[in-house]
Nanobody, 124 residues
């Protein structure tokens, strides 16, 4: 499964960006899909996930209410709508796919497929 993440860019604080993750291989129908991010000098951090087991969504507390993860089956894509952006959202964002157990949905464990990352920069 090859993933491609795109949609990043430079945005002002309070603005919005939409990231997309697509696959040229099998559809996302049988995978959980998540977004992680990594800021310079920091560890990779969970952002949001869409779990295939129960079709529920999960969010890091810092983005809850601002970010929305969704599946677009017609386009075989998973999107991350990011609103009310803050400078601390600045990072490289990665999409990942796999079959983690629910208790590990917010960890990198169980995600065997990763996109190349897309830069998001939020200016104050």
């Amino acid at each position: 499964v090859q993933l491609q993440a795109f949609g990043g860019g430079l945005e002002q604080a309070g603005g919005s960006l939409r990231l997309s993750c697509t696959t040229s291989g099998p559809t996302f129908n049988s995978y959980s899909v998540a977004w992680f991010r990594q800021a310079p000098g920091k560890e990779r951090e969970f952002v949001a996930a869409s779990a295939v087991q129960n079709m529920r969504t999960y969010y890091h507390g810092s983005v809850k209410g601002r970010f929305t993860i969704s599946r677009d089956k017609a386009k075989n894509a998973v999107n991350l709508q990011m609103n009310s952006l803050k400078p601390e959202d600045t990072a490289v964002y990665y999409c990942a796919a796999g079959r983690p157990i629910i208790s590990a949905i917010s960890t990198t464990l169980g995600y065997g497929y990763w996109g190349q990352g897309t830069q998001v920069t939020v200016s104050s």
